[in-house]
């Protein structure tokens, strides 16, 4: 069965302090995601990754960092968090598949709470 | 660039057929897709049509794609309380990394 974890479920930090988002797919997907996901906003692309070591700026990566120094694991990092940074936060994974259909592979999603 | 656009809530009577619609922007989409959020769960995939077809069928599920419009929608029959959940509709085209864009997702409330 296809996994995709995510390191916390639920998660309290406060205003400046460094956070680390950990996921882990067990598939040997060369794609990995970070999405956040908010109310009337949907899922918005944070950060992906198509190998080890490289990385795409998504369409809000401002104030966030990634990580993939090894194929399963892609971890986000909000280096000084902030209020609004408060969300949910999905990784998924996908296969290289060329010219075929892409489907994404979702972790359950922490809810990160900025206090 | 890519926009996909879909209603925010539908409700309907279990038993009843649910449509849910979505618009999408880039004619260049190879793939449309919907997922399904379950409450306190990530997206799984429900179904897919390749953009050359009109329809696909998959047991209570429909989908129906008009590409003149850039209208996709999804019809599921007999609806009952587990399809209670959130729809988000995708797509994407093959190359590149494939970069899968949502909608904000479809809230659908079935009534017992």
């Known amino acids: 069965d296809v996994k995709v974890t995510q390191s916390s479920r639920y998660l309290v930090k406060r205003t400046g302090e460094k956070v680390f988002l950990e996921c882990v797919q067990d598939?040997?997907?060369?794609?990995m995601f970070w999405y956040r996901q908010d109310p009337g906003l949907g899922l918005r692309l944070i950060y992906f990754s198509y190998d080890v070591k490289m990385k795409e700026k998504g369409d809000i990566p401002e104030g966030y960092s990634v990580s993939r120094e090894k194929k399963e694991r892609f971890s986000l990092i909000l280096e000084s968090a902030s209020t609004n940074q408060t969300s949910m936060y999905l990784c998924?994974?996908?296969?290289?598949?060329?010219?075929?259909?892409?489907?994404?592979?979702f972790g359950p999603g922490t809810r990160l709470t900025v206090l | 660039g890519e926009d996909v656009e879909q209603s925010l809530f539908l409700s309907v009577r279990e038993g009843d057929s649910s449509v849910i619609n979505c618009t999408y922007t880039?004619?260049?989409?190879?793939?449309l897709y919907w997922y399904k959020q379950e409450p306190g769960a990530g997206l799984q995939l429900l179904t897919y049509?390749?953009?050359?077809?009109d329809m696909k069928q998959d047991q209570r599920l429909t989908v129906l794609l008009n590409k003149k419009d850039k209208h996709l929608s999804l019809r599921i029959a007999d609806t009952q309380t587990g399809d209670s959940a959130i729809y988000f509709c995708?797509?994407?085209?093959?190359?590149?990394?494939?970069?899968?864009?949502f909608g904000i997702g479809t809230k659908l409330q079935v009534i017992p």
């Open positions: 049509i390749f953009s050359n077809m």
């Open positions: 598939m040997d997907h060369e794609n």
């Open positions: 995708a797509e994407s085209y093959s190359g590149g990394y494939q970069k899968v864009t």
């Open positions: 998924a994974s996908s296969p290289h598949t060329g010219r075929s259909y892409n489907e994404q592979f």
């Open positions: 880039d004619s260049s989409s190879t793939y």
